[in-house]
């Protein structure tokens, strides 16, 4: 079993930054991934992190502007995320599963709650 909490989610300006976090407890030797779900539309891959950190990936949507890590010794995944724009206001999951990292959210098998991320213009 994981347990799966986001938080860093608000209000920002267009251009600003943000950072997510989402601290795991439970197993955690998981890939994590962060998706998002924005009114009216499914939810998408934003990035994913293997295990030990050592592979990423990247929606092109976000590459170069958002930066995914994990700190293993607090079990915590981040998502560093700038020069938002109002395209990225969505809810923000990250979730969890074995083995390889994946950006279908259909295998992932744990997920958090969410945290709201709204960019104004």
């Known amino acids: 079993q994981v347990q799966l909490v986001e938080s860093g989610g608000g209000l920002v300006q267009a251009g600003g930054p943000l950072r997510l976090s989402c601290a795991a407890s439970?197993?955690?030797?998981?890939?994590m991934g962060w998706f998002r779900q924005a009114p009216g539309k499914e939810r998408e891959f934003v990035s994913a992190i293997n295990w030990s950190g050592g592979r990423t990936s990247y929606a092109d949507s976000v590459k170069g502007r958002f930066t995914i890590s994990r700190d293993g010794a607090k079990n915590t995944v981040y998502l560093r995320m700038n020069s938002l724009t109002p395209e990225d206001t969505a809810v923000y999951y990250c979730a969890a599963r074995p083995l390889a990292l994946a950006t279908d959210p259909k295998v992932y098998d744990y997920w958090g709650q969410g945290t709201q991320v709204t960019v104004s213009s």
């Open positions: 439970g197993r955690t030797a998981y890939a």
